[in-house]
């Protein structure tokens, strides 16, 4: 039986089609499971409708979208995943995360399915990941179960504290999270 992945989603929509690309890497290896934050599930953007994002998802991994507390709940008592990613992981979410905050549908999957010991892995995507959110990072990349996707600078002459993941490494990054290993070099 594949393993199975719950992608996650937060409020970096700018990242939406390069993350949508890289999950569509992963149908056929995995079985998927899309989780939305709130933001993720009702929010039009510049970069699309959010009804556009949530039928592509859908059709991608060929489940309904997780998108309330009590959809998310039963992940960590029936251990429902092997892996949860969180793609992609905004500065907003690392704060909850990296605090011990589960008030969303993301933090909330996270804490359910680290309750199991699972691999959590981080493709994160913030402006201030090398300011309000570098003590985040700092906190999580210490946490037993935490894994990230080698990130980099976003735009450093432009937005200088903005970070984004490799999401072309995403595949890799899984099988590496599964096997118990942080993919190096972590910064790309």
């Known amino acids: ?24 890497g992963l149908s056929a290896d995995y079985r998927l499971i899309p989780i939305f934050s709130d933001a993720a599930f009702h929010t039009d953007s510049r ?15 060929g489940n309904p979208i997780l998108h309330t507390l009590n959809d998310v709940e039963p992940i960590g008592p029936k251990k429902l995943l092997d892996i949860l990613v969180i793609a992609p992981c905004t500065g907003n979410t690392l ?15 996270c804490k359910a399915h680290l309750r199991g010991g699972g691999p959590v892995l981080l ?25 990230f996707v080698p990130f980099r600078q976003d735009d450093p002459v432009k ?13 890799e990054a899984v099988s590496e999270a599964l096997n118990g290993h942080q993919m190096q070099p972590i910064l790309a």
């Open 159 to 171: 937005k200088p504290y903005s970070l984004v993941a490799d999401f072309t490494r995403l595949p």
């Open 123 to 147: 493709a994160i995507s913030t402006n201030d990941g090398l300011s309000g959110s570098a003590e985040n990072i700092g906190k999580l990349l210490n946490r037993k179960n935490y894994y």
């Open 1 to 24: 039986m594949k393993p199975t992945i719950g992608i996650a989603l937060s409020g970096s929509f700018c990242t939406f089609q390069k993350l949508i690309d890289a999950i569509s």
């Open 95 to 109: 704060g909850k995360l990296a605090n011990g905050i589960a008030d969303s549908t993301v933090s909330f999957a």
């Open 47 to 61: 970069f699309g409708e959010a009804s556009f994002f949530r039928k592509q998802l859908e059709t991608i991994c």
